[in-house]
């Protein structure tokens, strides 16, 4: 027996090995492949972040290139991103919660439910201007899906002067009430119902700002404590934040956003007040986190089953509506 176990230890020992070797080959033709395309991109792609997760636990993290081609400042696994749309999916995972947790139904009126709470003082007395389709409601359901009929502009953001010997903003940027009404100083129209609920997927990036003024009225909080509170604490997501504009002791961790021709963004990162379509700043390493904390079944701080049954339900046609599986296509966390 004693002489079996001898053999087996070594013979684990060497499968062990070989498993390390095979991740690290993978590991190196993936980094081999990441630098090959930064220098071949011409300036164009400076720089590029990634963290890799395998069963359910982040293997490694590593950053590549430049953040900050003018001063050679190298990204690592802590330099900051602006996330940009993947906000959307942290987001959406919020609300749900948010639902859950105060027995709301996403098939109800999303004004029906601005109307029960008191207004949050940003965001003020609103309601989703509907007047071309009055007998078909906007729901949570219908935001989160891209299916609710409303406006499709896209946000461009605010100028702001991130690098300035004392930060601050270029453009004015509105209050929530603003943003949601087209008021100046914001640079976008009023957000409003533009097609037949619940009929067709069409991106809307002003749906998800109608889901953060629906969130700060139901906390009456700022949206970056809410998402702190629902997600990014209970997550350990220690890297991120929901804050528009960035905090100060944060900015000089930010990449330099560039344009597609290589050359800086003029005036620097944009400030996104409705945080919810855009406003995230993050690692993938934080991503790989939320991406963890919301797929699996025995992680409880976040989601457990709770999730996966809202899942269901908000990718489910509502009651007597045909399901459409072209509808089905977002935000399945």
Not at 152 to 179: C, K, L, N, V, W
Request: glycine share 8%; net charge positive.
């Amino acid at each position: 027996m004693r002489n079996g176990i001898t053999r087996i230890v070594p013979l684990l020992l060497v499968l062990l090995s070989g498993c390390a070797r095979a991740k690290e080959a993978q590991r190196s033709a993936l980094t081999s492949w990441i630098e090959k395309h930064l220098e071949t991109s011409a300036g164009k792609i400076p720089g590029a972040s990634v963290a890799v997760i395998r069963n359910y636990r982040i293997e490694w993290a590593q950053g590549f290139g430049q953040s900050d081609k003018e001063h050679g400042t190298a990204v690592t696994a802590a330099t900051l991103f602006q996330a940009c749309s993947v906000s959307k999916a942290i987001s959406a995972v919020a609300a749900v919660i948010a639902f859950e947790d105060h027995k709301l139904r996403i098939d109800e009126n999303i004004d029906d439910i601005l109307k029960a709470f008191q207004p949050n003082a940003e965001v003020g007395p609103w309601e989703l201007p509907n007047k071309d389709y009055p007998a078909d409601p906007v729901t949570l359901r219908l935001l989160l899906s891209h299916t609710a009929g409303t406006s499709d502009f896209r946000y461009s953001g605010y100028r702001y002067g991130y690098y300035r010997t004392a930060p601050g903003p270029i453009d004015r940027i509105p209050t929530m009430h603003q943003e949601l009404n087209g008021l100046p100083p914001a640079n976008t129209p009023a957000i409003a119902v533009i097609r037949k609920p619940g009929v067709t997927w069409h991106y809307s990036a002003p749906g998800f700002t109608v889901v953060q003024a629906l969130l700060m009225d139901i906390y009456n909080q700022d949206f970056a404590s809410i998402m702190q509170q629902l997600i990014l604490a209970p997550l350990g997501m220690s890297d991120s934040t929901f804050v528009q504009p960035l905090p100060e002791d944060l900015i000089p961790r930010m990449a330099v956003p560039y344009l597609p021709d290589g050359h800086r963004l003029p005036d620097g990162p944009r400030v996104f007040n409705s945080a919810a379509s855009g406003g995230l700043v993050t690692t993938p390493t934080d991503l790989a986190k939320f991406v963890i904390g919301s797929g699996r079944k025995s992680v409880p701080i976040l989601v457990g089953s709770r999730l996966r049954r809202k899942r269901k339900q908000v990718f489910r046609a509502p009651e007597g509506r045909r399901a459409d599986r072209r509808l089905l296509r977002t935000y399945r966390f």
